[in-house]
Nanobody, 123 residues
């Protein structure tokens, strides 16, 4: 399994921005879809955004137009640029490899997770 390490979280005021990074322990060139998930206290982990090796992206409705996911295969890294942050974006954000798309809005995460990075948005 690939090891994943997230960074870039922190405390920010509503309306602010953060950029999360996730570095993999090996090449991600062959990994089709990677993604960012988040989990808020008392809630299930949810998919925030995904990006394929071809550059196709998908987003949760709640973050469309505010978040941008990207990947740099040469650096073994994916990013999540988060703008116009809201208090409801507060959560631990996790990187995931080998996300499987089953059709519709159904995505299944792969077995590799990072340790997570805390994002807190104050009002």
């Amino acid at each position: 399994q690939v090891q994943l390490v997230e960074s870039g979280g922190g405390l920010v005021q509503a309306g602010g921005s953060l950029r999360l990074s996730c570095v993999a322990s090996r090449s991600i060139f062959a990994i089709n879809r990677m993604g960012w998930y988040r989990q808020a206290p008392g809630k299930q982990r949810e998919l925030v955004a995904g990006v394929t090796s071809g550059g196709s992206t998908n987003y949760a409705d709640s973050v469309k137009g505010r978040f941008t996911i990207s990947r740099d295969n040469a650096k073994k890294t994916i990013y999540l640029q988060m703008n116009s942050l809201k208090p409801e974006d507060t959560a631990v954000y996790y990187c995931n490899a080998d996300v499987t798309y089953l059709g519709g809005s159904l995505y299944i995460p792969g077995p590799s997770w990072g340790q997570g990075t805390q994002v807190t948005v104050s009002s």
